[in-house]
């Protein structure tokens, strides 16, 4: 028997915060419950799982880590296209386009991102991706590079949207995802 | 009843081309078969993926991919640490360190892998791993930064080194890895 506690974040309204969360984690597991805390993709990209692990390990609470696919290989999967090839994308980059504050992060290294030889996946990147598509043609990366929005990746409701660095911002609002969302951006993503 | 054809990489010894392999594909679909192409991690993440997808489509054969735990993450649960995290890596980058010709590739950008805020995974990466520390330092990451070799990540075989960028070189030998590794880099894999 399992009671299943919903504790996911939703875009925009109000969500269980992650010290809500952590205090669970460890209410439950002294009461000798086993308790499995269920993330969408992986728990090491962007799934702020050092918090958790921090906060059970202060506990004295022993715990087992199960790896997950990541929304990045979901939307590969999806697309049939790989994030890496031989000659076009040596490098694979992951990001979030959504700082704590819920705006662009302000520690990003543009040239990095920029580099026309990478494939980068852009996590919770939907609501600032007019302004990194702006930033990333100032630092050089040509408009015709390909861009493809992927929502919902690893479901069955998934839907991509096919553009470019000059065009995603445009064909955004037409897309108009309501699931989360990844966002790649490289020269490997083309035919 | 189903019909196994081992066609793994095997480090250092003579391994199936990725034509041999790209032709039996097809042949086999051809006749009929239904070719399951299992690969160790995810297929998207220097799989080769493209090669195989591309012959695939030229021959007008349909495909499903179904996406799976690239050895990042794998080694990220074992170690019991996140790849990001808030304040100390807001970026992930996965690079391989072994090139078409099993020396060091001649495109890498240096200083997006040298950024002190990225964690960065090298596949393929035990080989050449003395070079690639020697640039990341001479490019300005520090000798302290933390470096953990995992050998047999996703596996119960799993082995971990846990060392710096200053010491990894001179650790490796004793460590004497034989499975596959996969090397993380970075600040955020520290206590």
């Known amino acids: 028997l399992a009671r299943l506690i919903f504790v996911g974040k939703r875009g925009g309204r109000p969500s269980v915060s992650q010290s809500d969360i952590n205090t669970q984690l460890v209410s439950f597991a002294r009461e000798g419950a086993t308790v499995i805390r269920l993330k969408g993709g992986d728990p090491s990209i962007f799934g702020r799982a050092n918090e958790e692990i921090a906060t ?3 506990a004295g609470i022993a715990i087992e880590i199960v790896p997950g696919v990541t929304a990045a290989t979901a939307a590969a999967a999806a697309l049939q296209k ?3 090839d031989r000659g076009r994308a040596s490098r694979v980059q992951f990001m979030t386009a959504h700082g704590p504050s819920g705006e662009m992060p302000d520690d990003i290294d543009w040239a990095a991102l920029s580099d026309p030889r990478a494939t980068t996946i ?3 990147g939907v609501r600032t991706l ?3 598509t702006e930033r990333l043609r100032e630092h050089g990366l040509i408009a015709t590079t390909p861009v493809i929005v992927v929502e919902n990746a690893g479901s069955e409701r998934v839907r991509c949207l096919n553009s470019t660095l000059g065009d995603v911002a445009e064909a955004l609002p037409v897309f108009a995802p309501e ?3 990844v966002v790649l ?3 490997a993503l083309g035919d």
């Open 82 to 84: 790989s994030l890496t």
């Open 179 to 181: 699931g989360p969302c």
């Open 185 to 187: 951006i490289g020269a």
């Open 122 to 124: 852009v996590y919770m």
């Open 130 to 132: 007019p302004l990194l």
């Open 56 to 58: 059970l390990n202060a």
